[in-house]
């Protein structure tokens, strides 16, 4: 039975196309994962805070959502542990306002509700919040608010003011 035999540069070819494949697959998977910090530990979140429903910085949402979103500016704060923490309001067409006390972790594209308000500034707290991947949430304002500002790709932003500045400017995000 005969056999079949590569000549030498045919392997080295394939050799190298599978090399390049295999780097390129590698890299690939770098760049989606979140960096963890085995060393990470959250600070204790503060109470959440009394917020306004004058001032809001909106967020851009796709336009099948009927709510309207807005961050209070006065709420925000960029913890020592990297975590973004806000009062999202939300309005619905009747003129309903609820609220959602939240830290977006951007080094793992990660939310943590920590408290909820349906009626102006009374708060209820989260039993035994959790940090969820933003992708996963039933409510995209987290992942929303994470692009138009609160994260520079899996960067926190240094201060506040700098989160309202971007927020200000505004990011398409929908068209």
């Keep these: 039975m005969p056999t079949m035999i590569l000549n030498t540069p045919a392997r080295a070819g394939l050799k190298q196309f599978l090399g390049c494949w295999l780097a390129l697959a590698a890299a690939a998977a770098c760049c989606q994962t979140p960096t963890q910090e085995p060393d990470w530990k ?37 913890g020592s542990d990297g975590v973004v923490r806000y009062v999202i309001v939300m309005r619905n067409q009747s003129g309903s306002v609820n609220a959602v006390y939240e830290g977006i972790r951007c080094a793992t594209d990660e939310v943590k509700t920590y408290a909820r308000s349906s009626t102006a500034n009374r ?53």
């Design 42 to 78: 959250e600070l204790d979140a503060p109470a959440p805070p009394t917020y306004s429903l004058e001032g809001l910085l909106s967020l851009e949402m796709p336009r099948y959502v009927t709510l309207q979103f807005g961050v209070d500016p006065k709420t925000l704060t960029v």
């Design 123 to 175: 708060w209820a707290a989260v039993e035994q919040p959790q940090w969820k991947p933003m992708t996963e949430t039933v409510s995209r304002h987290a992942l929303a608010f994470a692009k138009q500002g609160a994260c520079q790709d899996h960067t926190t932003p240094e201060k506040p003011r700098d989160i309202i500045r971007t927020l200000q400017r505004g990011t398409r995000l929908y068209d």
